[in-house]
């Protein structure tokens, strides 16, 4: 069981999305784990084959915990309760039988994995928290939109999807790869399949692009990255059409209002208890700087004027940029306190701080922030902000993190003295961009500034290391063109 962020003690297993016998390659999501602030899909480390596991789903373990045994490939063993693997089987028409039809004394042959879909299915559904469920939606023809989910707080889970498929077609004979007992389900294929490449996919999946909405110029028409517009936005809150709005659990229930309050009481006792921790262990000092970014703002205005408002760039983004570069001339306040030492950050990755619609916060991670343009930054952020709101995150987007960057300009909070995330040793806070007076070349203007801010770990780093990293970031705000 992986620590998915400080103050994180115990996880719940909600779903296995592999069983004993599948391969795995290292990043593969491999189950949904419950921890005191969201669902979050963990992924596989190694690659190899899954041998067994170890703890049930709806088993709530310590971190630590052994969940399950992956054996190297060329070491792996055939597992008894693993299914042999035989080739996919094909759909039957009304008008055909099976050749060989399986009877109940004839153990259940396991289908060779489905191939990859051609295309991602942008998660339009708030209670669709996994990609493997969408995938697996998308390959048997099932409208999550008219799915009701059994998991926490509606989650719809993967035999969900299943027991809809079955429900479409009950006569349709058709044995699924859940190992368990054979299903009626009637397998199409998803309705907006196109040729594309697996790059431009993901491409597709990051910026909300529609693959069937845009002309190939790959091989007989396939989409390639080369294809996919380069800023768009995901729309993840679609409306509901009326017919899928009678299947979503109402929010408005009492059982579900108890226990949204409930979750919303354990968040914030996690994050009260990773706080403590941080104040009782981390000798923070506290650095501030009001910055002019009148010019700056000047010049975000300008970029922005000919673009449609979804590609547009918020000051935001070159704050990101502005703390990434900094890390760059500093970065010994990028990394983690651990052991008694420092050890730094083997990338840039700013964990952003987002507070989520019932209450609470968490801080994925952008990764190799320094390495990304203004507009990719902002494209990214936008994503993160979704996902984390959607219930989407990867359990390496909240343990990436060498850095938090807090921003509570929006809530109107001129300034922020933050509290460091441990293992981290530092904090960037942003306030609210303000209207003063300030004095330019020996006179007073009206000018608009936003305050910095700095938690820093005494261990780590001082208070003149963290004032020079601060006053590079201000610099850095000060010339966008450079960003």
Do not use: C
């Not at 602030?37 to 992924?43: G, L, M, Q, S």
């Not at 517009?229 to 579900?256: F, I, K, M």
């Amino acid at each position: 069981m992986p620590a998915l962020g400080a103050g994180m003690d115990v996880g719940r297993i909600v779903e296995w999305y592999v069983k004993p016998g599948d391969r795995v390659e290292r990043g593969d999501i491999i189950a949904l784990v419950e921890t005191d602030k969201a669902n979050i899909d963990v992924e596989v480390f190694e690659s190899g084959v899954v041998e067994e596991l170890l703890v049930e789903e709806g088993t709530r373990v310590p971190i630590g915990t052994p969940v399950a045994l992956i054996a190297p490939e060329e070491d792996a063993e055939p597992t008894p309760s693993a299914p042999p693997e035989v080739a996919a089987p094909t759909e039957i028409s009304d008008d055909q039988t099976p050749e060989e039809p399986v009877t109940p004394s004839e153990a259940i042959p396991q289908p060779a994995r489905a191939p990859e879909p051609t295309t991602e299915v942008v998660d339009q559904h708030p209670f669709v928290t996994s990609p493997l469920v969408r995938k697996q939606a998308a390959e048997t023809g099932v409208d999550l939109t008219r799915v009701r989910g059994t998991g926490p707080e509606g989650l719809i889970t993967r035999r969900d999807v299943a027991e809809a498929a079955s429900a479409q077609a009950p006569d349709r004979p058709h044995i699924t790869g859940d190992g368990t007992r054979p299903r009626a389900v009637e397998v199409t294929p998803p309705p907006t399949a196109v040729p594309s490449s697996p790059f431009a996919r993901r491409l597709a999946a990051e910026r909300g692009v529609d693959l069937t909405a845009i002309a190939g110029t790959g091989p007989g028409g396939s989409r390639v990255a080369r294809d996919i517009p380069a800023a768009t936005v995901r729309q993840v809150d679609a409306a509901v059409t009326p017919e899928a709005s009678a299947t979503v659990p109402p929010t408005a229930e009492p059982a579900a209002a108890s226990s949204a309050e409930e979750r919303a009481l354990v968040m914030r006792q996690a994050i009260a208890r990773a706080m403590e921790q941080a104040n009782r262990e981390i000798p923070h000092y506290h650095l501030g700087e009001t910055v002019d970014v009148e010019d700056t703002l000047v010049w975000v205005a300008e970029r922005n004027a000919d673009r449609p408002p979804t590609e547009r760039i918020l000051p935001a983004a070159l704050v990101l940029k502005a703390t990434a570069l900094a890390l760059t001339r500093y970065p010994d306040l990028n990394g983690y306190w651990i052991d008694d030492g420092f050890r730094p950050g083997e990338g840039i990755h700013l964990g952003v701080a987002i507070n989520l619609r019932r209450g609470g916060l968490l801080a994925p991670a952008i990764r190799d922030a320094d390495q990304r343009s203004l507009d990719e930054l902002m494209q990214a952020l936008k994503d993160l902000v979704e996902r984390t709101r959607a219930g989407g995150l990867r359990g390496s987007e909240l343990t990436d993190p060498t850095i938090t960057v807090s921003n509570l300009g929006d809530t109107g909070v001129e300034s922020i003295h933050g509290v460091i995330s441990p293992p981290q040793v530092a904090l960037v806070g942003v306030g609210r961009i303000t209207e003063r007076p300030w004095v330019v070349d020996g006179t007073v203007a009206v000018r608009r500034t936003l305050f910095l801010s700095l938690a820093g770990d005494h261990r780590a780093s001082d208070g003149h290391r963290g004032g020079r990293f601060l006053s590079t970031i201000a610099t850095n705000l000060t010339r966008p063109e450079t960003l």
